[in-house]
């Protein structure tokens, strides 16, 4: 019970919806312009959920292919944690919505709320209770219909965001698994973007839809200047105790905001840009599920191998920060 352990991701499964909406499609929507949002932000084309289709629903069908790829089924699973700020309603979590979906037993599940750094803080706190030797394998969920608390008349946000679910398995491994965590958060800077409406502080009323105001606002510019800096100091805190350099690193898997955000962050860190994995061009801004599901596709492409040590590094609203080595 009390051996410590190492821990490790030992399935991954990503589930996209099949609509693509181009940016094409947004000419047609709002006035933009493929060429801006392309030289704005890196994003060609993202996933929209069917109106039937919502989070947890996405969540399941990614789940489920983690475990296939893990090779365990539902009911060896310990755990369950979905990173969300799109739960399928307040309550219940939409952790537990998954645990019935997919048959697994009655263990614990909850939701993590900290925007795009979700992932990340599922992946830490799994690592905990399976590192105490309380849990033996958890499910790490990053599910999001960002669709829908996107205002589609607002063309400074609607471009960036796109849905989509990315899941891990953890469990005890032999060698490597996760060397360092570390994670953050400043809530002064939690109104440069938020759902402001739907809450305790304005519920529901005809007034808070008529304002628009269950849907993400968001200071671009400001978060943009935050986000380079706090994604490379985070890169740093995680891989510095290791002794860690940049140059030491295979690959680094970031949260897709902004493909002008993912160079800065290169040039501060001092790595090529071919050392940072990209999806954003296909899949936009998917929120916490946007580096799960970078994480999925680049162990599939062959991008990341036995013993590479990765570094998976995320910023969100709250604002929230956090960064994790990792030893394939
Ligand atoms: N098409 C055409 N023009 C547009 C569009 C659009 N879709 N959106 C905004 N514009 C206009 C603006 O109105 C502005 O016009 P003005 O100068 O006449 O006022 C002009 O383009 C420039 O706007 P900026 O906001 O200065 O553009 P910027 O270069 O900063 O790019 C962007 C905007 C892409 C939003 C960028 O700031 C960014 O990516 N910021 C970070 C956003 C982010 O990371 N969000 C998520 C973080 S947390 C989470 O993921 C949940």
Redo the contacts with the bound molecule.
């Keep these: 019970m009390c051996e410590i352990k190492k821990v490790g991701i030992i399935g991954l499964g990503a589930y996209l919806p099949e609509r693509v909406l181009t940016n094409k499609d947004l000419e047609k929507m709002?006035?933009?312009?493929d060429e801006?949002?392309t030289s704005?932000?890196g994003i060609k084309e993202r996933r929209i959920a069917r109106p039937d289709e919502a989070t947890s629903d996405m969540a399941t069908e990614a789940a489920k292919r983690a475990l296939k790829d893990a090779n365990l089924k539902p009911e060896d699973i310990d755990l369950i944690i979905v990173a969300t700020?799109t739960p399928d309603m307040f309550f219940p979590a939409t952790a537990c919505l998954v645990q019935e979906k997919i048959g697994a037993k009655t263990c614990p599940a909850f939701d993590v709320s900290v925007?795009?750094s979700g992932f990340i803080y599922g992946i830490a706190i799994a690592e905990q209770f399976i590192r105490s030797g309380t849990y033996k394998y958890a499910l790490v969920i990053a599910a999001e219909k960002l669709s829908a608390i996107t205002d589609w008349s607002d063309?400074?946000t609607c471009?960036?965001f796109g849905d989509g679910a990315g899941a891990a398995v953890l469990g005890p491994v032999e060698k490597g698994g996760i060397l360092s965590v570390f994670l953050g958060a400043n809530g002064k800077q939690g109104d440069l973007?938020k759902l402001p409406a739907g809450g305790s502080r304005i519920p529901a009323s005809k007034k808070s839809v008529e304002d628009k105001l269950h849907f993400i606002k968001?200071n671009?510019?400001e978060?943009?200047k935050h986000?380079v800096k706090v994604m490379a100091d985070a890169a740093l805190q995680a891989t510095a105790p290791l002794g860690l350099k940049a140059e030491d690193i295979s690959l680094v898997i970031p949260?897709q905001?902004?493909l002008?955000?993912l160079n800065a962050v290169a040039k501060r860190m001092g790595l090529s840009t071919d050392k940072i994995y990209l999806n954003i061009e296909r899949y936009g801004?998917m929120?916490a599920a946007s580096s799960a599901v970078a994480l999925v596709e680049a162990v599939k492409e062959g991008r990341i191998k036995k013993g590479d040590k990765i570094l998976l590094d995320a910023?969100?609203?709250g604002l929230s920060w956090g960064a994790i080595v990792i030893e394939w």
């Design positions: 709002v006035d933009t312009t801006w949002i704005r932000s700020i925007a795009c063309r400074s471009v960036l973007i968001m671009g510019a978060l943009f986000a949260h905001a902004n002008r955000i801004n929120s910023f969100g609203g």
